[in-house]
C-alpha cells in the first residue's frame, strides 16, 4: 500500500507541474508588483543589477518623449524632453501664457540613423570606399579605401587622389585620370560607396551627452538630436559652438535657422566637440500673436522690435502689457505696439498682446422685406432713424411701422431678470412654513408642479426685443449697437388670436372688427379666459394691456389666464413668472 501511495504522488506531479509552473508565472508578477516597499528604497532586483541601461531609442522614447527615472519627485524640464505645440488657430492648443521654448520642436523626432549613401556634396577623405569600375580596351574592378595620402591606386593607372572631392564630381575626376593613358574605347563607371563614420562628442546642456558616431556630412542638427536635444529647460538654442583641436571653427544659431533657414555648412571630423552653453534670459509672448512661445534673449536684454519680429503679432493687436522684474522688484508697463519696439526685454518677462482700441464703426444686420444688403456698417454714433434712410423696402410689401430691433445685450439682460425671477420664486417655494400636516402635503405637491415649470423656464431663450416705433409709426432715434438685427416685417391681413381661447387661430382683419368679434371668431374665450384679461402685441413688440381700440393688421391679439383667487400666492407669482418668460422668447403657453 505504501509503495501505491508512492507512486500515485508521482503520476500525479508528473501531470500537475507544467500546470503550476504556468499558474506561478501569471500570478508572480502580479505578486512583485504588489509588494510593499518603503518610499524612496530601490526593490531586491534593483539593488541585485543596478539600474536599468536602455537604448538610445528607449531613453528617448519615441511615444511621449519622456525619460523614466527612478528618483523620488517629478520629472525635470530635461527628463521630460521637447514639446511641440500646434499652430494658432489648432483647438487643441491651450490658450494663456507660453510654455514652450521657441525652437523645443526640433528635437521631438527619433535621432535620424546614419546613412551609407552621402549626399552629392559630400567631400571624400582618407577612410572613405570607392568603387571603380573599367572595360572597353582594358578591363578592370577596384573597390578601395582612399589612403592616407588621399590617393586611390588604380592598377596600370596609378594613384588618383581624391582628398577634397565633392562625392558627385567623383565620375569625372577618374575618369579624367583614366583618360590621360587610355584615351579611346574604354568606359569608366565611379562611385563613392560609403562614408567612413566619425565619433562627436556632444557635451553641454543636452539630454544625453556623450560621443556620438555618424557621418562627416550630418548636419549639426543630426548629432544634437542624436544626443537627445537641447535641453529646452536649461540649454541654449542659440549658443552652440563646434570645437576642433581646441579652437571654435564654427558658432551655430538655432533661431537663424528656424526664421531663415541659415545653418554653417562644416563637415564634422574625428574628435569634434558640440557644445551647448547654458540658456539665456527668456522672454515670453502671448495673446494676439502667431507665435505663442517663450523666446531666448541672444544677450542679457532683447529689444521689443526683436521680440515682434520673433512673436509676430496679429493685425488686430493694439497695445502690449510687459510683465517682470526690475531691481528685485515687480515691473508693469502698458504701452502700445510701436512703443514696444523701443522697450527693452529682461529675463523671464512676459509681454501680452491685446487688442484694446474700440472700433470706429457697428455692424448691423437687415431682415425681413428688404431691397437691398442684409449687412450694414455704419459709424458708432449712427442712430436707427438714419440708418433706415438708407435701407430701401417695398412700400406694399414691407411694414415700415412694425420695424424693431434684436439686441444682444438686451437678450442677456432679460435672461438675467428671469433667471433672478427663477430663483426668488425658488427660495418661497422651498422656504415656505406649514402650519399643518395637511397644509405641507398641498404644498408639496405643487412644490413639485412648480419646480418643472422652472425648469422649462430656465431653458427660455429671450430674442432680445427692443421696440423702436410707436402707434403711430414714428421712429425712436436709438444709437445703434455692434450686433443689432433690424427687423422689418412683412405687411399681412391678418390678426394672431392666441391665449385663452378654444381655437387659437389667425383670423383675417376687417377694419370694422373689434376684440370681441376676433374672439368669438376664434371660438370664444376657454375656461380660464375672461374679456378684461385681454392684450394686444403689436407687430413692433409694443404691448397694449387694456385695448381700447381693434388690432391692426399684423398685431397679436393674446386672451390671458384668469387667476382664481383661492390659489397660494406662489401661483401668481408662477404665472407672473411664465408671462415674462413667453413675452421674452415671443413665445405664449396656454
Not at 162 to 188: F, M, N, P, W
Not at 213 to 228: N, P, Q, V
Not at 430 to 440: E, I, Q, R
Request: overall charge neutral; glycine content about 10%; some cysteine.
Amino acid at each position: 500500500m505504501p509503495d501505491f501511495a508512492r507512486r500515485l504522488t508521482r503520476y500525479c506531479f508528473r501531470r500537475m507541474a507544467p500546470r503550476l509552473v504556468l499558474l506561478a508565472g501569471l500570478l508572480l508578477p502580479g505578486l512583485a508588483s504588489a509588494q510593499i516597499q518603503a518610499p524612496g528604497m530601490p526593490n531586491a532586483g534593483q539593488s541585485l543589477r543596478g539600474p536599468a541601461i536602455g537604448s538610445l531609442p528607449a531613453l528617448l522614447g519615441n511615444t511621449g518623449d519622456t525619460i523614466s527615472t527612478a528618483r523620488a519627485g517629478t520629472a525635470t524640464a530635461a527628463e521630460g524632453g521637447p514639446v511641440a505645440v500646434g499652430p494658432i488657430g489648432d483647438p487643441a492648443r491651450a490658450a494663456g501664457p507660453a510654455t514652450v521654448v521657441f525652437g523645443a520642436a526640433l528635437f521631438t523626432r527619433a535621432p535620424p540613423s546614419a546613412t551609407d549613401s552621402p549626399n552629392p556634396n559630400y567631400v571624400i577623405r582618407a577612410g572613405d570606399r570607392v568603387s571603380v569600375t573599367i572595360w572597353g580596351f582594358i578591363e578592370a574592378s577596384v573597390v578601395g579605401v582612399v589612403d592616407p595620402e588621399g590617393n586611390l591606386f588604380l592598377p596600370q593607372i596609378g594613384p588618383v587622389r581624391l582628398a577634397g572631392t565633392r562625392a558627385g564630381d567623383v565620375q569625372r575626376v577618374v575618369e579624367a585620370e583614366v583618360r590621360r593613358v587610355y584615351s579611346q574605347q574604354v568606359q569608366v563607371y565611379a562611385v563613392l560607396l560609403n562614408a567612413s563614420q566619425v565619433g562627436v562628442f556632444v557635451t553641454g546642456y543636452v539630454r544625453l551627452p556623450g560621443r556620438h558616431m555618424g557621418a562627416g556630412s550630418d548636419s549639426i542638427l543630426d548629432y544634437l538630436t542624436r544626443a537627445g536635444g537641447v535641453d529646452p529647460g536649461r540649454g541654449s538654442y542659440r549658443d552652440i559652438v563646434v570645437n576642433r583641436g581646441g579652437r571654435t571653427v564654427a558658432r551655430v544659431d538655432l533661431y537663424r535657422f528656424l526664421l531663415t533657414g541659415q545653418l554653417p555648412n562644416i563637415t564634422m571630423q574625428e574628435g569634434d566637440t558640440v557644445v551647448v552653453a547654458p540658456q539665456g534670459a527668456m522672454v515670453g509672448a502671448d495673446g494676439a500673436v502667431r507665435n505663442n512661445f517663450l523666446f531666448e534673449v541672444s544677450g542679457r536684454s532683447m529689444p521689443g522690435r526683436e521680440l515682434l519680429n520673433l512673436a509676430s503679432p496679429l493685425p488686430a493687436a493694439t497695445n502690449v502689457v510687459v510683465r517682470g522684474t526690475r531691481g528685485g522688484q515687480p515691473f508693469a508697463r502698458y504701452v502700445t505696439v510701436r512703443e514696444l519696439a523701443g522697450l527693452p526685454m529682461m529675463d523671464q518677462d512676459t509681454v501680452t498682446f491685446i487688442t484694446d482700441a474700440p472700433a470706429p464703426t457697428v455692424r448691423v444686420s437687415v431682415e425681413g422685406s428688404r431691397i437691398g444688403p442684409s449687412v450694414l456698417i455704419a459709424d458708432r454714433d449712427t442712430s436707427l432713424c438714419t440708418l433706415l434712410d438708407h435701407v430701401a423696402v417695398d412700400p406694399v410689401l414691407a411694414n415700415p411701422a412694425g420695424v424693431f430691433l434684436l439686441r444682444p445685450s438686451v437678450a442677456a439682460q432679460q435672461v438675467r431678470v428671469i433667471n433672478e425671477a427663477m430663483d426668488r420664486l425658488e427660495r418661497q417655494l422651498f422656504m415656505t412654513v406649514s402650519s399643518t400636516t395637511g397644509v405641507a402635503e398641498i404644498r408639496a405637491v405643487e412644490a413639485n408642479l412648480v419646480a418643472s415649470y422652472i425648469q422649462r423656464a430656465r431653458r427660455t431663450r429671450p430674442e432680445g426685443r427692443l421696440v423702436v416705433m410707436d402707434r403711430t409709426g414714428r421712429c425712436a432715434d436709438v444709437r445703434l449697437e455692434d450686433g443689432d438685427v433690424i427687423v422689418i416685417p412683412e405687411r399681412v391681413q391678418t390678426v394672431l388670436v392666441s391665449g385663452e381661447v378654444s381655437v387659437p387661430q389667425a383670423v383675417v382683419w376687417r377694419p370694422d372688427m373689434r376684440v370681441a368679434d376676433y374672439v368669438r371668431a376664434a371660438g370664444g374665450f376657454a375656461e380660464r379666459g375672461v374679456e378684461s384679461q385681454v392684450m394686444i402685441r403689436k407687430a413692433s413688440g409694443e404691448l397694449i394691456l387694456e385695448p381700447t381700440e381693434g388690432p391692426a393688421p399684423g398685431d397679436e391679439l393674446i386672451a390671458l389666464p384668469r387667476l382664481d383667487p383661492k390659489n397660494f400666492q406662489i401661483a401668481r407669482d408662477l404665472l407672473n413668472l411664465i408671462f415674462q418668460s413667453a413675452l421674452s422668447a415671443r413665445v405664449f403657453m396656454n
